[in-house]
């Protein structure tokens, strides 16, 4: 009153913080009046930024600017803020698909995130340029901001906060599993990962993101049921822990070996052993077909390709096309398969001239995994969301659900590992398989991938 402005109490799921918490963020790039985009939201706008409101607000009696969310350059002075010190996005939901809006984010494809009205389609944040020429009219519900001294869990409907690992990475935090890791108070890297020094939550977050920006019509955790999210990252990741002996061995553990081992040999994996490789995928615009064929030697390179095993010793021809990766890529036709995907979401490997290239790095140890589930395990997968299934499509192949209890190569570890997985991100209360809201992606069966056991047990 009297022409005095003062800031007011948050509510819903901004309650947990306050106005001059949100006012000392740091977000280089972006003007200090706008609270590093905060200003967007309509309860902090209006309890924080407008009539002077806010720590951050600069005294300024006018509504803050936001960035534009035209596809034309904006006014506006502002790159998004950086993804290292910055808060989760906020501001009026654009949805598109990434062709239509994270091109043109401020802050780059990176910045993009999945919408959260709607997890097939993606936006920027703030806003940011997208397939309409106006702003979005109805404003979604934004995540809790990490920089707060003390944050909380946020509420179910909302995007949640950076994970612990990671804070103000705007690959993990659009994901629809991180509310639960969130609310569960999880550290992805240690809880999840079980303190991998292969590959980080990080590294798997940015190939999920790339994978869901290029093939959107098929996209990984993103189905509209948040369970079937849960139920579908604990199939992924209790096979991945097995097969890659808790995400330490990126090679399959080949003879001669002593311990942990598979008790595979590199030469049973022999193109000859294999054949014709059948349903190489064909991408089109948002996905791919699995219509295409290719000879035995289906990368092509068996007569002069090398690669080295887990323990230094060399290996040539088509004995390198052993397993490697989080699920291990075996067989030289799932390799051909997979490389054909890896190239079309950015990644700059060719694991049919260089088959080690799958362990450069934690992001390449994921994406041959994340490209074979996708082609071979998903399909069938979606159907029943079940372990048995999962199982099933990656040792044995599979066509279909399958309809009883598996028994095959590690069912044990890998049961217990997806049991395990679902208390962690559950807190104990596992969700029942809904039903998905879209056909399986291919309806076409899949080749055995490897008769031979798993790598790691």
Aim: charged share 10%; with cysteine.
């Amino acid at each position: 009153g009297g022409g005095q402005c003062v800031d007011m109490p948050l509510t819903g799921g901004w309650a947990s913080t306050t106005c001059a918490a949100l006012g000392a963020s740091s977000c280089p790039g972006w003007p200090f009046e706008t609270m590093c985009g905060y200003c967007d939201h309509d309860v902090i706008g209006e309890n924080c930024c407008r009539c002077g409101g806010g720590s951050g607000g600069g005294g300024d009696s006018s509504p803050s600017p936001s960035p534009s969310p035209s596809p034309s350059p904006s006014p506006s002075p502002s790159p998004s803020p950086s993804p290292s010190p910055s808060p989760s996005p906020t501001g009026p939901a654009v949805c598109g698909t990434w062709s239509e809006v994270c091109s043109g984010c401020p802050g780059g494809s990176s910045a993009c995130f999945q919408c959260t009205t709607d997890p097939a389609k993606w936006q920027c944040p703030g806003g940011g340029p997208g397939p309409s020429p106006s702003p979005s009219p109805s404003p979604s519900p934004s995540p809790s901001p990490s920089p707060s001294p003390s944050p909380s869990p946020s509420p179910s409907t909302s995007p949640s906060p950076s994970p612990a690992s990671s804070p103000g990475s705007s690959a993990c935090s659009g994901l629809s599993i991180h509310a639960a890791i969130q609310e569960q108070g999880l550290d992805p890297d240690t809880d999840l990962l079980l303190g991998s020094t292969r590959a980080t939550w990080e590294d798997l977050c940015e190939v999920v993101v790339a994978w869901n920006g290029r093939f959107s019509a098929i996209p990984f955790l993103a189905e509209a049921d948040a369970g079937n999210n849960l139920l579908t990252l604990a199939a992924f990741l209790g096979n991945a822990a097995q097969e890659s002996a808790d995400f330490v061995a990126c090679e399959e553990y080949i003879n001669p070996c002593q311990g942990v081992c598979s008790g595979g040999n590199a030469e049973d994996y022999r193109d000859a052993l294999w054949g014709t490789c059948y349903q190489v995928p064909v991408p089109t615009a948002d996905s791919f077909d699995k219509t295409g064929s290719l000879p035995a030697d289906a990368c092509g390179t068996s007569g002069q390709v090398t690669c080295v095993d887990w323990d230094g010793r060399p290996h040539s021809g088509d004995s390198c096309w052993y397993g490697k990766g989080a699920l291990q890529l075996t067989w030289n036709c799932n390799y051909a398969k997979a490389n054909t995907l890896l190239r079309e979401i950015g990644l700059e490997i060719d694991i049919c001239a260089d088959p080690d290239s799958i362990c450069t790095d934690g992001q390449t140890f994921w994406a041959g995994s994340l490209a074979y589930w996708m082609m071979s395990v998903s399909p069938y997968y979606l159907q029943d969301h079940r372990i048995d299934t999962a199982m099933n499509c990656i040792k044995s192949g599979c066509s279909a659900p399958y309809p009883g209890t598996w028994t095959g190569s590690g069912a044990a570890v890998r049961r217990a590992n997806y049991q395990g997985y679902l208390s962690k991100l559950t807190g104990g209360a596992a969700p029942a398989p809904a039903p998905s809201p879209t056909p399986s992606p291919s309806p076409s069966p899949s080749p055995s991938p490897s008769p031979s056991p798993s790598p790691a047990p």
